[in-house]
């Protein structure tokens, strides 16, 4: 299973737990919306920090290549 599929899946289940408990009259998932607000805010940070130092730093073999080629060419 690809993490598009499994993070799809997840939120799926999550969807199908909170309906049934509201349709037998129990607390659906046991947060208040502010930490909702606040769990949302840190994973986007988190999410995009990692897409940021990852996309400008070169970090796999790959980019070392590239980095390489951009200082044979006197681009970096």
Not at 19 to 30: C, D, I, T, Y
Not at 46 to 66: C, H, I, P, R
Request: glycine share 8%; no cysteine.
């Amino acid at each position: 299973m690809d993490r598009g599929s499994l993070i799809r899946t997840t939120v799926l289940v999550f969807a199908l737990i909170n309906q049934v408990l509201a349709a037998f009259g129990k607390s659906p998932l046991p947060f208040s919306e502010a930490e909702v607000e606040q769990g949302v805010s840190a994973i986007i940070t988190v999410g995009a920090s990692l897409v940021a130092w990852f996309k400008n730093n070169y970090v796999t073999e790959k980019g070392a290549q590239q980095a390489r080629e951009l200082e044979k060419k006197g681009l970096k």
